[in-house]
């Protein structure tokens, strides 16, 4: 199972292991979009050997909180748990290993294809192994305890089915045998009136057949007699069990048995048999089946699964009238659920539901695809997109007082898709998402483009994977400038991709993706270590003191194995920490600020500064920017260009950063420095470094030692 809020996630997933088979079988996978979702699978879908579990989905610590549900409430400790996320810095391994009972964790950069199937092979093969040694204490525990459920859950013949799968583990026979049931009533018993419901082995062409189908005359006559005495039969190669004989149903199991079953197998015999009574004494379980299968629980309306079966059925009619599905996402509701409570975030689920089913009826049908997610499916003229967005202009009563919920609306045509249900719902999905990108309370339309957006991402990560595992990444470096003598001072190392066919790919294409799939941690370190080996070969080369500035992502920083890497690089490379700068935005500065400053803090003892890149576009406060402990600000491209003349105003705010830096004592330096006046004005200012094209463009590992020979003795003068 496949628990993540992010379609890509599954889809990438899934693809990793296309073609791929485990211990000799191939997988199949469950998707779950959300933890409330994955819990109601759980709790229907009782083969489920591994979860690959996100951290952070409709809440900070969902995918924790699954965990221990997974274990504490469903009891389901023989599924291996696989932690995963892209956001290590939300859960320290450490700390998750010791108070969750998981059995792997891996951030999504791990899961490359060779460590997925790696990953996945080893918990499997847990898995199966803690099944085999549990299969008859936890097969008789399972029917003594839980029968009942396990009836309610399932159909007849796969409950049949199950009672022989756990007879002959018990036993350690193996699974050959058949089940025969028929109505408890005055009929006499004979072969004509019984009906075979499960059947294994030699035997499973039999199923739904009448006992007077199966050729072996001992078997047909070793039933009878079980039936008719109403007792067990134990015979030296063959057995008779009978399973219950209640007011509604009686069923009893025949099994070939290569020696005689000894007498403590069969007080566990006895036991296991006389607990199937109570199952049969409880035929209305059987209706059930399909209202928990096919609705919601706590909404009683149409669930996932059931809106998936309609789509598909809609989708075969023939003339009938233009079909869409819209999807309902209601704003925020994760945070009123947090602060007011799970019981108050119900009672706003029913009053949306309520709403929702008052208002479209007929040919519209409303269902709970999933927590805070609602659909409606039905006629393109009944669904007219203002009339379902007007549903939230009205407040709803929510414990006797009006409250306003709003909400973000994606839809889809079923007639523009080929696909089947589960892909109509995908893609209604991804129109969700690009609404919500757009801003809450927006509404979006599903179109190809943005399947194509999709299938873009998932094919650059795939390219950006290929291309790092064969070295096609690699480092430029863009020259810093002091700007009061014009001396070289370093350089910032900058990534780049080019694919096979020689073409770059920029960096605001890849960097995303990489950070959101979890590569840039990988790319990060070999950044900064290849970056580490650059500055080491310069200083050997003559160019001493010369700095070298890294970038740091939010992923990298968060990861909990970050500051081990870089004492790492460090004594590897032999790089004096001095030398070495790495440079974090300031938007990643503002996110969880103690966590930020600790870090900074440890990357400080190493020796080694810290500079805040991109500075004036995020909403720093004074006080947390001294807080910060950092040795330099970076002013953003954008003021720098906005820089013309001395008589324009709009450099008011490089002026403000750089004055503000000077009085808490650091080190300014402005990126993009394209023009002369620009580096003129910069100075005037009190601006202290500088790069961008004026000096020089980004310059491969050759290109800057030639650069830098160039301008070994005459530095960069600028102009007065």
């Known amino acids: 199972m496949i628990v993540d809020d992010e379609i890509d996630v599954h889809q990438t997933t899934v693809f990793a292991m296309r073609g791929l088979e485990v ?12 933890a409330a979702e994955a819990c109601r699978l759980l709790a229907t879908e009782k083969d489920i050997a591994v979860a690959l579990l996100d951290v952070v989905m409709e809440e900070v610590d969902a995918g924790l909180s699954l965990a221990r549900t ?76 839980g029968s009942a459920k396990l009836m309610a859950e399932r159909g007849i013949n796969e409950f049949a089915s199950g009672v022989i799968t756990q007879i002959t583990g018990l036993l350690g026979l193996p699974p050959e045998g058949l089940i025969i049931a028929r109505r408890n009533d005055a009929e006499p018993v004979n072969a004509d009136n019984l009906r075979i419901v499960a059947a294994a082995g030699r035997y499973a062409g039999l199923l739904n057949q009448p006992l007077t189908r199966v050729d072996d005359a001992d078997a047909r006559a070793l039933l009878l007699r079980c039936l008719s005495e109403e007792s ?58 399909s209202v928990s299968a096919y609705v919601d629980p706590l909404l009683k309306l149409p669930n996932r699964t059931r809106l998936m079966q309609e789509i598909d059925h809609r989708k075969r009619k023939v003339g009938a009238e233009e079909e869409t599905l819209i ?45 805070d997610t609602f659909g409606l499916l039905g006629p393109v003229s009944r669904l007219p997109q203002q009339n379902v967005a007007d549903l939230f202009q ?41 609404a919500k990108a757009n801003g809450r309370g927006s509404f979006a339309r599903y179109d190809r483009d943005m399947g194509t957006e999709v299938q873009e991402r998932v094919r650059l990560l795939r390219n950006l994977r290929n291309a790092f595992q064969h070295d096609r990444l690699f480092l430029n470096y863009q020259p810093q400038i002091d700007l009061s003598n014009g001396r070289i001072i370093g350089a910032e190392a900058l990534i780049r991709w080019k694919t096979e066919s020689g073409e770059l790919v920029p960096p605001d294409s890849f960097i995303a993706i990489a950070e959101y799939s979890g590569l840039i941690v990988d790319i990060g370190q ?31 920083f968060r990861h909990p194995q970050f500051l081990d890497m870089l004492e790492q690089a460090l004594a590897d490379t032999g790089i004096n920490p001095a030398l070495l700068e790495l440079e974090i935005t300031e938007s990643m500065a503002m996110l969880e600020p103690d966590y930020v400053i600790g870090v900074i803090h440890k990357v400080k003892t190493l020796g080694i500064s810290v500079a805040v890149d991109d500075f004036g576009t995020g909403f720093s406060s004074l006080s947390y920017l001294q807080r910060l402990a950092v040795d330099r600000l970076k002013i953003d491209r954008g003021f720098v260009n906005a820089i013309r003349s ?46 961008g094209y004026l000096f020089a463009h980004p310059l491969d590992s050759s290109e800057l030692v030639r650069w830098l020979e160039q301008h070994r003795d005459s530095g960069c003068p600028l102009n007065d």
């Open 23 to 34: 211990l000799g079988r191939t997988i199949e996978f469950l998707h779950a979009y959300s």
């Open 70 to 145: 997974i274990r504490d409430t469903l009891g389901l400790h023989e599924l291996r748990i696989v932690l995963r996320t892209g956001q290590p810095g939300y859960a320290p391994e450490m700390d998750v290993i010791r108070d969750y009972d998981i059995n792997d964790y891996k951030t999504k950069s791990d899961l490359t294809r060779i460590k997925l199937y790696t990953t996945l092979t080893a918990a499997i093969r847990s898995y199966n192994q803690l099944h085999i040694i549990a299969a008859s204490r936890r097969g008789l525990d399972l029917i003594v305890r």
């Open 232 to 289: 067990s039969v134990f015979g030296a190669r063959h057995t008779a069990l009978l399973l219950g004989a209640g007011a509604g149903m009686v069923m009893a199991a025949y099994l070939d048995s290569a020696q005689p079953i000894g007498g403590t197998d069969r007080l566990l015999i006895e036991v296991f048999c006389s607990n199937i009574a109570v199952c049969l004494e409880n035929l209305d379980l059987f209706s059930q089946l």
């Open 327 to 371: 999807l309902i996402d209601l704003d925020h509701f994760s945070e009123t659920n947090e602060a007011l409570g799970h019981q108050y975030g119900d009672r706003i689920l029913r009053a949306v539901g309520a709403r929702l089913r008052e208002s479209f009826t007929g040919s519209v049908m409303v269902a709970r695809v999933h927590g």
């Open 394 to 434: 009205e407040p709803f009563d929510i414990d006797n007082a009006e409250q306003m919920i709003s909400a973000t609306f994606g839809c889809v045509r079923l007639d523009e898709l080929t696909g089947d249900g589960a892909e109509i719902i995908k893609c209604a999905s991804i129109a969700l998402k690009r």
């Open 526 to 556: 070999w950044v900064l270590r290849n970056a580490c080996f650059r500055q080491i070969s310069l200083e050997k080369a003559g160019f001493t003191n010369f700095r070298m500035a890294v970038n740091v992502s939010i992923a990298q």
């Open 646 to 691: 001395p008589a324009q105003t709009t450099e008011c705010i490089a002026q403000t950063v750089i004055q503000l830096g000077r009085n808490l004592g650091l080190t300014v330096i402005a990126e993009g420095v394209e023009t002369e006046t620009q580096a003129r004005l910069l100075k005037q200012m009190g601006c202290h470094e500088a790069q």
